[in-house]
């Protein structure tokens, strides 16, 4: 069975970094490109961010264009989202997720493996 554990979510001020991790296991990580999505309460799940099976492409939404970095190490089986100049609006249970085809990239429902979600939360 396929599972997506993330990590790294905490607390943290505004203008501050966080570097959250996702860790891959019962797939063929390099066949999957992984994405990072984003949900507040009340919210619906935002696209975050998104890069391609060997890392060689990546995409991120407006909101965090410029202040987020996301990578992959293959070898680990694992995916990175790198948080800098983090703001309150930033506050948001992170999810990544797994699929195979870099189609409808922002859409949640089109991929096929989620994990847990970790809790990011900036204060002002």
């Known amino acids: 069975q396929v599972q997506l554990v993330e990590s790294g979510g905490g607390l943290v001020q505004a203008g501050g970094s966080l570097k959250l991790s996702c860790a891959a296991s019962?797939?063929?990580?390099?066949?999957?490109?992984m994405g990072w999505f984003r949900q507040a309460p009340g919210k619906e799940r935002d696209f975050v961010a998104l890069?391609?099976?060997?890392?060689?492409?990546?995409y991120y939404g407006d909101s965090v264009k410029g202040r987020f970095t996301i990578s992959r190490d293959n070898a680990k089986n694992t995916v990175y989202l790198q948080m800098n100049s983090l703001k309150p609006e930033d506050t948001a249970l992170y999810y990544c997720?797994?699929?195979?085809?870099?189609?409808?990239?922002?859409?949640?429902?089109?991929?096929?493996?989620w994990g847990q979600g970790t809790q990011v939360t900036v204060s002002s």
């Open positions: 890069i391609s099976w060997s890392g060689s492409t990546t």
């Open positions: 019962g797939l063929t990580f390099s066949s999957y490109v």
């Open positions: 997720a797994a699929k195979m085809s870099m189609t409808r990239r922002t859409t949640h429902k089109t991929y096929d493996y």
